[in-house]
């Protein structure tokens, strides 16, 4: 054991740690509610893209298994796949902080480029993990499963934080208009949602977590108080295509190795 190896697991650690305390204060139990704090910017009701407050317990999901990520770290501690993630994740997770921090303190731009980067990130780290398979189900599901997930919600949260700060400071076009812009960025998140199937390979995890979000944001329009059905809609097609992305993308993969093993006994 180097001095290097305990060094990266080390860092995560202090980051899950940095993180825990962000969290407490987006709970509430050190700080104001996320939905509370900016001036209520972030609220379910603040904008047409901002989803049902059920998503967001999908942070549940993303925290225990960053836990298992971090118990991980620390049994994998010769793991080149290992090793090539550690600092993304540690970075993720400060970056996590950092947001629910400047969100605290109403600091809504600086927000916009918290999670922007963040997103950023998580997509380096899941492609790095694309590069060489999971050596165990668990692996798969704690670590693949886990930042996948992560990767989806961020880059859903990261449309809805955008709209929230350009409606706070004052964008609204008003109807009919604001329903058609609404439209249009779901447009891009589906867009997102299919480019990552094709340049991840498909994972089900990133596809499920977007697929959430926007289902949860559909049903935050047609429960009210901020009601329009055409952006249910949207946002309903918007996870659809995702998913029929993934899940082509998904059968061609399995047609292909299928069709090498095939190959490799004849």
């Known amino acids: 054991m180097t001095t290097r190896q305990v060094w990266r697991p080390l860092a995560v650690t202090v980051s899950a740690v940095v993180m825990v305390i962000g969290t407490l204060a987006g709970f509430g139990l050190l700080g104001t509610r996320v939905e509370e704090s900016s001036g209520g910017a972030f609220a379910a009701d603040a904008t047409l893209l901002t989803p049902a407050t059920p998503a967001f317990s999908v942070w549940s999901l993303i925290y225990i298994g960053l836990l298992g990520y971090v118990i991980w770290q620390w049994r994998t501690l010769d793991s080149p796949r290992a090793a090539r993630i550690a600092w993304p994740a540690a970075a993720s997770m400060l970056l996590n902080a950092l947001w629910l921090g400047v969100t605290q303190l109403g600091w809504l731009w600086p927000s916009v480029v918290v999670i922007l980067v963040l997103a950023v990130v998580l997509g380096v780290l899941v492609r790095r993990l694309g590069e060489t398979p999971p050596r165990s189900r668990i692996e798969a599901v704690v670590v693949d499963g886990t930042f996948g997930v992560y990767l989806g919600w961020v880059s859903v949260a990261s449309v809805a934080n955008i709209t929230?700060?350009?409606?706070?400071?004052?964008?609204?076009?008003?109807?009919?208009?604001?329903?058609?812009?609404?439209?249009?960025v779901l447009v891009v998140a589906a867009l997102l949602g299919v480019g990552y199937a094709v340049r991840l390979g498909g994972r089900w995890a990133i596809a499920a977590a977007m697929v959430w979000a926007l289902a949860w944001i559909a049903v935050g329009r047609l429960a009210g108080p901020l009601y329009s059905t055409p952006t249910a809609i949207a946002a309903a097609l918007a996870a659809v295509a995702i998913l029929a992305a993934t899940a082509?993308?998904?059968?061609?993969?399995?047609?292909?190795?299928?069709?090498?093993?095939?190959?490799?006994?004849?």
């Open 164 to 184: 929230a700060v350009l409606v706070d400071a004052g964008v609204d076009p008003g109807a009919p208009w604001a329903e058609v812009l609404a439209a249009v």
């Open 248 to 266: 082509i993308l998904r059968r061609g993969d399995h047609a292909a190795t299928s069709e090498r093993l095939g190959a490799g006994h004849g």
